[in-house]
């Protein structure tokens, strides 16, 4: 049963550019959750969404980060005109259910440097 | 709102040592607690979890035990190995989201 897999690993983009990161879950998960690692920093909630839902966005910057998890197909992260302060660990996880005792299970990220 | 508190790091032992890295946090309610493992370049791996007051999570030789009356959750390991060396996050969780605290950088020396 392979694990949470995001691509790309590595991301290099210029001021200004557009970056999408893809989350596919695990085998029978349905519930994706992002997270943003700063260097030398814990992980930070961005959004959780289900299958065509956004379910909570309270962690997402209101201004160019969205995130949508279609019916098929990965989840993705997307970034609009990047600036250095992006320049993070993106994080994506996935758990079979919802709820405080549910373990939410990570992919290795995908690091995304701005220039 | 809620935390999560870690001592900072870095940690530096030498092998065979005895392992403490603290953790308390702060929440409402009956929060999850949780341990995880991130080794350099890679994501993170949860390594135990509890989810009531007095349990204990084990995994690998590391133990955590859920103490309510002191709000803490610190991870221990009776003999730690190089291969341990890695940066660990305690965490709770909070409605459908993880909080986590800042992290401590474990270095075991051989």
């Known amino acids: 049963n392979a694990g949470v897999m995001q691509n790309p690993r590595h991301l290099v983009r210029r001021r200004g550019q557009e970056a999408r990161l893809r989350c596919s879950p695990m085998?029978?998960?349905?519930?994706v959750y992002w997270y943003r690692q700063l260097p030398e920093e814990g992980l930070k909630f961005m959004v959780y969404?289900?299958?065509?839902?956004?379910?909570?966005e309270s962690g997402m910057p209101k201004e160019r980060f969205s995130a949508e998890f279609p019916k098929e197909g990965p989840s993705i992260l997307r970034i609009q005109q990047v600036v250095r302060g992006d320049s993070a660990a993106y994080f994506c996880?996935?758990?079979?259910?919802?709820?405080?005792?549910?373990?939410?299970?990570f992919g290795p990220g995908t690091r995304l440097l701005v220039l | 709102g809620d935390s999560v508190t870690q001592m900072e790091g870095p940690v530096t032992l030498s092998e065979e040592a005895f392992l403490t890295i603290n953790c308390t946090y702060t929440?409402?309610?009956?929060?999850?607690l949780f341990w995880y493992v991130q080794y350099p370049g890679e994501g993170l791996q949860l390594l135990l979890k509890?989810?009531?007051?007095?349990d204990k999570g084990s995994n690998k030789g590391f133990e955590a035990t859920y103490r309510k009356e002191t709000t803490s959750f610190h991870l221990e390991k009776g003999s730690v190995q190089v291969s341990d060396s890695a940066v660990y996050f305690c965490?709770?969780?909070?409605?459908?989201?993880?909080?986590f605290g800042k992290g401590t950088r474990l270095h075991i020396l051989p």
């Open positions: 996880a996935s758990s079979l259910g919802t709820g405080v005792t549910e373990t939410q299970y």
């Open positions: 085998k029978g998960h349905s519930h």
């Open positions: 969404l289900q299958k065509e839902n956004i379910i909570d």
């Open positions: 929440a409402t309610g009956y929060p999850s």
């Open positions: 509890a989810t009531k007051a007095d």
């Open positions: 965490a709770l969780s909070r409605d459908d989201k993880i909080i």
